[in-house]
T-cell receptor
Framework: DTEVTQTPKHLVMGMTNKKSLKCEQH?????MYWYKQKAKKPPELMFV???????INESVPSRFSPECPNSSLLNLHLHALQPEDSALYLC??????????????FGEGSWLTVV | AQKVTQAQTEISVVEKEDVTLDCVYE???????LFWYKQPPSGELVFLIR??????QNEISGRYSWNFQKSTSSFNFTITASQVVDSAVYFC?????????????FGKGTKLTVNP
């Protein structure tokens, strides 16, 4: 079983809704990530938090807003999404980051459908 | 630039057959890390192995084995005596240590179907 837990597992939202995806890890990891994965494609990096600070934003539209309340939690706030944003959203964590040679561990993902 | 190529888009085998998934990578860095992940239909990306560029020893874990060859820039994955539960999409990935990059570069994935 993964030690990175994501909620909800499935989410259906309208284009005018505001919702959030949540991620939690208790491995003491200090780097956390959001990835987006479209069908039949590999995951694509969206955001990286290092020691609770946003360190990388891969030019993600502002309708996606990440938040790291503490070292164990990572949220992704969603607002005014488009149907093309429907995808699997994967949270991940690593000890101190890939750049230090650590491994990234992924959660089970949140399947998002925008209608 | 970094690149990972998984030339096999889909593979279908019958249970108990051996199967090898190919992975070829490109990097200009001398220090890098290679990974394999398994993604079953449920969606979770399951970490299988990490290998650093200085360790060319092959690894075996149960029915799984990995062959890392720097001379051909390949990091192939073999499943021996495949089982239906091995059906999944398998991703090979690369990260470079230089420059502080946090980006994991994935191949396009190989979908393995093991039929009973």
């Amino acid at each position: 079983d993964t030690e990175v837990t994501q909620t909800p597992k499935h989410l259906v939202m309208g284009m005018t809704n505001k919702k959030s995806l949540k991620c939690e890890q208790h491995m003491g990891h200090r780097a956390m990530y959001w990835y987006k994965q479209k069908a039949k494609k590999p995951p694509e990096l969206m955001f990286v938090y290092s020691y609770e600070k946003l360190s990388i934003n891969e030019s993600v539209p502002s309708r996606f807003s990440p938040e790291c309340p503490n070292s164990s939690l990572l949220n992704l706030h969603l607002h005014a999404l488009q149907p093309e944003d429907s995808a699997l959203y994967l949270c991940a964590s690593s000890q101190e980051g890939l750049a230090r040679g650590n491994t990234i561990y992924f959660g089970e993902g949140s399947w998002l459908t925008v209608v | 630039a970094q690149k990972v190529t998984q030339a096999q888009t889909e593979i279908s085998v019958v249970e108990k057959e051996d199967v090898t998934l190919d992975c070829v990578y490109e990097t200009r860095d001398t220090t890098y890390y290679l990974f394999w992940y398994k993604q079953p239909p449920s969606g979770e990306l399951v970490f299988l192995i990490r290998r650093n560029s200085f360790d060319e020893q092959n690894e075996i874990s149960g029915r799984y084995s990995w062959n890392f060859q720097k001379s051909t820039s390949s990091f192939n994955f073999t499943i021996t005596a495949s089982q239906v539960v091995d059906s999944a999409v398998y991703f090979c990935a690369l990260s470079e240590a230089r420059g502080g990059s946090e980006k994991l570069v994935f191949g396009k994935g190989t979908k393995l179907t093991v039929n009973p």
